[in-house]
């Protein structure tokens, strides 16, 4: 309570008061000596689609310091990205409860309070203040994030994000990745383990998608939310009559859940982020619009038909054969139809662009 009647400004400086011992407030000075960093912090968006677009720096970073020791602080449900390698610790959290001084956030100020990290990078762009608290905790030389001066003494680095025509999101987020040191591999797919890949090849011969045929995904959900429920009627009549043999309708991740009546295509259950990676490796093509599956099935190195508005074409996609984008200027009509089917059959008839597992 207190805090909100302070507002923003005085609540930032009175954190920053809180921590005045723990934050190392010495300019952070470059060439650092990066190889001694040891101990790393990250600090993961809250939002899905900000950190499926963000993983192509993530894995940068990782690939560059594969013998720091790492702790992520994320939602729960972001925990399957970055679990399972080595010397990684995951902290999830409540994003509900992410609030100062909340018991979600005396938990996580307990487990951290005591550590102290080489280098802290808060990924979060849509910056709370127990966000930036934690940036303060980790005692790090190097705080590296997006904001403004607001963001001091909380951020020693910081990027602000400006306007810049031709220049991808996937771009703009390796910003951070070259700050320390670390190449992005443009080749760069995310590995499914054998086990869950069995699983999903299991699924799909429940729902009698034969692997002998391509198979071509259809995000329905995302589709829906861009272009609305009656262009997204036209478009699934116009796929059943195309002559391509299988289709599915993606489910949507566990804590999603759709429905979709008078559907002509399997529609997939609600599955894991592992799992969905798997499914999406198997799939030919992927039909989707803006949202985290149009991120994944690029770090996937998928072929992609993207539905999205001209601006959002030139944002979210990267360049290269896989990706055919269907754009419109205002609406979709049945043109943006036609040019779906158009780019879906021409992705069906060409060879994946080469990549490299992780």
Not at 100 to 108: G, H, Q, V
Not at 113 to 140: M, P, T, W
């Amino acid at each position: 309570m207190m805090l909100g009647i302070m507002g923003p400004s005085l609540s930032k400086m009175l954190i920053a008061h809180l921590l005045r011992k723990k934050i190392d407030r010495s300019p952070a000075a470059f060439p650092a000596d990066l190889a001694r960093s040891s101990d790393i912090l990250f600090i993961l968006p809250q939002d899905r689609v900000e950190m499926v677009f963000l993983l192509e720096s993530l894995f940068a970073i990782l690939g560059r310091y594969k013998n720091s020791n790492v702790t992520f602080l994320c939602p729960a449900a972001h925990a399957p990205y970055v679990s399972g390698r080595k010397r990684v610790q995951v902290i999830k959290y409540n994003p509900s409860d992410f609030q100062l001084y909340s018991a979600e956030f005396n938990r996580l100020a307990g487990e951290l309070s005591n550590r102290a990290f080489d280098i802290c990078v808060l990924l979060e762009k849509e910056q709370a203040l127990a966000h930036l608290y934690f940036a303060g905790l980790s005692r790090a030389h190097l705080r590296i994030g997006w904001g403004g001066v607001n963001c001091y003494p909380f951020l020693n680095v910081r990027l602000v994000p400006t306007e810049r025509k031709g220049v991808t999101i996937w771009e703009r987020n390796l910003e951070i990745a070259k700050i320390l040191d670390a190449n992005a591999d443009t080749t760069v797919r995310w590995g499914v383990q054998k086990t869950t890949a069995d699983e999903v090849a299991q699924l799909l011969g429940e729902y009698k998608l034969r692997k002998d045929h391509p198979l071509v995904c259809i995000d329905l959900a995302s589709l829906e939310r861009a272009c609305g429920g009656k262009w997204c009627t036209e478009l699934l009549n116009a796929l059943k009559n195309s002559g391509i043999r299988q289709f599915y309708i993606f489910g949507g991740p566990e804590e999603e859940h759709h429905s979709f009546q008078n559907a002509p295509f399997p529609i997939l259950p609600s599955m894991s982020i592992p799992r969905t990676a798997a499914l999406i490796a198997s799939t030919e093509v992927v039909i989707t619009g803006p949202g985290a599956l149009l991120g994944l099935a690029q770090i996937s190195m998928s072929k992609i038909v993207p539905t999205l508005s001209d601006e959002d074409a030139a944002a979210y996609c990267k360049k290269n054969g896989n990706i055919m984008p269907a754009t419109f200027s205002r609406e979709p009509d049945d043109k943006t139809i036609r040019a779906i089917m158009k780019n879906v059959k021409t992705l069906l008839s060409s060879k994946p662009e080469p990549y490299a597992p992780v």
